[in-house]
Nanobody, 118 residues
């Protein structure tokens, strides 16, 4: 089992920056990939960015060039989401997610609120 804890959310003005952290514990060596999702009020949860154990990354089109997902080290127990040039439409609860090698299981963190004021 994998336990995820997010931190770093908050209130920021448009154009500002925030960095989210997600610390994984438990069976971290079973982790295949980790990522960030977000869910705004009245909207479906959507993928923001993801990183695999090999370091491959992918981003939602809406955040490309503004957000960067980073892994702390090869132990794979912490990832970060550096968010620059934030926009009001980035306002959402941001969730950390991980998937494991076989069996393929998914785990969610509790979420952290990001609010961008105009």
């Amino acid at each position: 089992q994998v336990h995820l804890v997010e931190s770093g959310g908050g209130l920021v003005q448009a154009g500002g920056s925030l960095r989210l952290s997600c610390a994984a514990s438990g069976n971290i060596f079973s982790i295949n990939a980790m990522g960030w999702y977000r869910q705004a009020p009245g909207k479906q949860r959507e993928l923001v960015a993801a990183i695999t154990s090999f370091g491959s990354t992918n981003y939602a089109d809406s955040v490309k060039g503004r957000f960067t997902i980073m892994s702390r080290d090869n132990a794979k127990n912490t990832i970060y989401l550096q968010m620059n040039s934030l926009k009001p439409e980035d306002t959402a609860v941001y969730y950390c997610h991980s998937t494991t090698w076989a069996p393929s299981l998914g785990y969610w963190g509790q979420g952290t609120q990001v609010t961008v004021s105009s």
